[in-house]
């Protein structure tokens, strides 16, 4: 999948990604929907950097979780 261009098909791709990696218990809290498109290069390098660990301390899906409510709409 080309995640290159900023669009919402992609964000949801890449963030349900990201819930499937880090198996979040609250995943339903994410959708695509409620992101802001203006974040999507950081949502990409977010996406990029959590598709490259194979595990995640607590305190990591903390700050991830974190950086993926930075990243909601206001």
Request: proline share 0%; no cysteine; net charge negative.
């Amino acid at each position: 999948m080309d995640l290159s261009s900023s669009n919402q098909e992609n964000a949801e791709f890449m963030i349900e990604e990201i819930k499937k990696k880090l198996k979040m218990a609250s995943a339903a809290a994410f959708k695509a929907t409620h992101f802001n498109m203006d974040m999507y290069e950081d949502l990409k390098d977010l996406y990029d950097m959590v598709m490259s660990k194979n595990n995640f301390s607590i305190s990591e899906i903390e700050a991830i979780t974190m950086e993926l409510g930075r990243f909601r709409k206001a």
